[in-house]
Structures are given as structure tokens and as C-alpha cells.
């Protein structure tokens, strides 16, 4: 067939008058070229796993307790001073309340620095941890997409189950079922408590809702009790985390830095049924 293909080729050149080309040949040493065989990829880039700012979370977190258990000691002063004011009514009873109240609402605006502090650095870690374990699943994903990382805190009525949802499903992901799982609950139910204890604190402070000073130490016993359970409880979640991706660095394949820190892992392979043989 190919020479009846040149001969053909030729008589058609030779009715134009025109002369025949040469055949590109190959030299006798050079391969001939044949198609690179496809390949499925089996690696690719992921975020890489905040473990350094797991380490900031399992500290503002440690800091924020103990600035809670400071504004317990300054609550019982606060409560005694407060009904010694009333009793009394003279001036040197009240100066002492008032220098006492200064002294607490000091500590408690440090509290507020330090929670806003735990908060940042708690949502930079969930958020970057479910990125990055958004690309490494190989089985469900998450409930809730990223940006309710951030806007589940702080939008009222998803506010009570968002963020458990997002913990939750990241301690399933990092395969802690048995370890870190059933502690969200109880860590969220702390959490609950603790904020809606210290609400009414504030409003005990203030004297507003029926409420006096006299009720902040009992107040702040609950909502300190409730900040250091939930804190010891999300401390443990965190470095439970933070060890299953320590591991998963130690696993996986570095590549080089382009744009951002990124590690390579390994993707699971489509299995392929073998046909059934007669």
C-alpha cells in the first residue's frame, strides 16, 4: 500500500511538470517518536496545616482562663464592699466599693481583650484547618462552607449550632472519632454557659434586670467554672488536631514554595472492577 501511495504521488507531480519532493526519513540511530503514555495524577497541592497557629489557639485559650478565674477573686470583695456600702451609707464604704468596682472592670476589659484575642486566633486556625481539610478528604465533606467559619459566631440564630457543626465535622475529618469527638458537645455546652453567665454578671454590675452586686460572685463562680471546663476541653481538642497534622507533614511529600507553604498528599486512586472472566 505505501508504495502505491509514492507511485501515485508521483505521477500526480509529474502531470503539474513540477518536481517531486523528497521524503522526510528519519536517520537510521533516532527512534522513532511515540506518544508519552498518560499518567493519573496521584499527588496535589493542599494549604498547608496551621500547626504553629495551634499553638497560639492552645495559649490565648489557657490566658483567657485564668483571666476568668481573676475576676472570680475580685467578685467576692466586690460583693462584700458593696453590701457594707449599702449597710453603712458612709463615704468611706462607698470609696472603697467604687475603687473596688474600678479594679474589676479593669480585669474584666483585660477579659474582653483576651477573648476578642482567643477569637481571632481560633477563627484563623478553624478557618485554614478547613481548607486544609477540605482538600485532604477523601469522604464527606463539611457541613457548612468556609465563610461561616467567621459569620457563624456572630449571626444570631446560627449562632447556637454553626460553629459546633464546623468543630465537630473537623475533629470526624482529622480522624478523631473516638478521641476528640465527644468532647464538642460538652465543650460547646461550656461555651453557652459561660457567655450567657457572664452576660448576666455585666447586668448585675450595671445594677439593671433586678439584678445588684451582691449576685456577680455567684455569677462569676458559674461562668468561670464553664470558661475553664470549656477552656481545658477546647485546649484538648486543639492539640489533638494539631498532632493528627503534625503527622500528616511527616507523611507528606514537601514541594517547593511558590505562592504560600503548600505540601503535597496523596490522592485515592479510582479502584477498577476486573472483568469477570468465563
Not at 455569677?219 to 481545658?232: H, N, P, R
Not at 511529600?253 to 507553604?261: A, I
Given at each position: 500500500m505505501g508504495s502505491v501511495w509514492m507511485g501515485a504521488r508521483s505521477l500526480a507531480w509529474r502531470d503539474t511538470d513540477q518536481e517531486v519532493p523528497p521524503v522526510p526519513t528519519l536517520p537510521a540511530d533516532q527512534p522513532a517518536p511515540t506518544a508519552a503514555p498518560h499518567e493519573a495524577p496521584t499527588w496535589r497541592d493542599v494549604p498547608r496545616p496551621p500547626v504553629r497557629l495551634g499553638g497560639a489557639v492552645v495559649a490565648l485559650a489557657v490566658l483567657w482562663a485564668l483571666v476568668a478565674a481573676l475576676r472570680v477573686v475580685l467578685a467576692f470583695p466586690l460583693a462584700s464592699r458593696y453590701a457594707r456600702a449599702i449597710d453603712w451609707g458612709d463615704d468611706r464604704a462607698?470609696?472603697?466599693?467604687?475603687?473596688?468596682?474600678?479594679?474589676?472592670?479593669?480585669?474584666?476589659?483585660?477579659?474582653?481583650?483576651?477573648m476578642c484575642l482567643a477569637f481571632l486566633a481560633a477563627g484563623l486556625w478553624?478557618?485554614?484547618?478547613?481548607?486544609?481539610?477540605?482538600?485532604?478528604?477523601?469522604?464527606r465533606g463539611f457541613r457548612q462552607s468556609r465563610g461561616w467559619v467567621w459569620a457563624g459566631w456572630v449571626l444570631p440564630g446560627v449562632a447556637?449550632?454553626?460553629?459546633y457543626q464546623i468543630v465537630a465535622d473537623i475533629c470526624w475529618l482529622s480522624g478523631l472519632r473516638r478521641l476528640s469527638w465527644p468532647r464538642v458537645p460538652w465543650w460547646w455546652a461550656c461555651w453557652i454557659v459561660a457567655r450567657t453567665a457572664g452576660a448576666f454578671a455585666s447586668e448585675a454590675l450595671a445594677?439593671?434586670?433586678?439584678?445588684?452586686?451582691?449576685?456577680?460572685?455567684?455569677?462569676?463562680?458559674?461562668?468561670?467554672?464553664?470558661?475553664?471546663?470549656?477552656?481545658?476541653?477546647?485546649?484538648?481538642?486543639?492539640?489533638?488536631?494539631?498532632?493528627?497534622?503534625?503527622?500528616?507533614?511527616?507523611?507528606?511529600?514537601?514541594?517547593?514554595?511558590?505562592?504560600?507553604?503548600?505540601?503535597?498528599?496523596p490522592v485515592r486512586?479510582?479502584?477498577?472492577?476486573?472483568?469477570?472472566t468465563a
Open positions: 462607698v470609696r472603697l466599693f467604687m475603687s473596688t468596682r474600678a479594679l474589676y472592670e479593669r480585669v474584666d476589659l483585660a477579659h474582653s481583650a483576651v478553624l478557618w485554614r484547618t478547613h481548607a486544609y481539610l477540605s482538600g485532604v478528604s477523601l469522604s447556637f449550632w454553626y460553629p445594677s439593671s434586670g433586678g439584678l445588684t452586686p451582691a449576685a456577680v460572685p455567684v455569677l462569676e463562680c458559674v461562668a468561670a467554672a464553664a470558661t475553664v471546663g470549656g477552656a481545658s476541653l477546647w485546649v484538648s481538642i486543639v492539640v489533638d488536631v494539631r498532632r493528627s497534622q503534625q503527622r500528616a507533614l511527616c507523611v507528606a511529600r514537601p514541594v517547593p514554595w511558590t505562592r504560600g507553604r503548600r505540601v503535597e498528599v486512586r479510582e479502584r477498577t472492577r476486573r472483568p469477570a
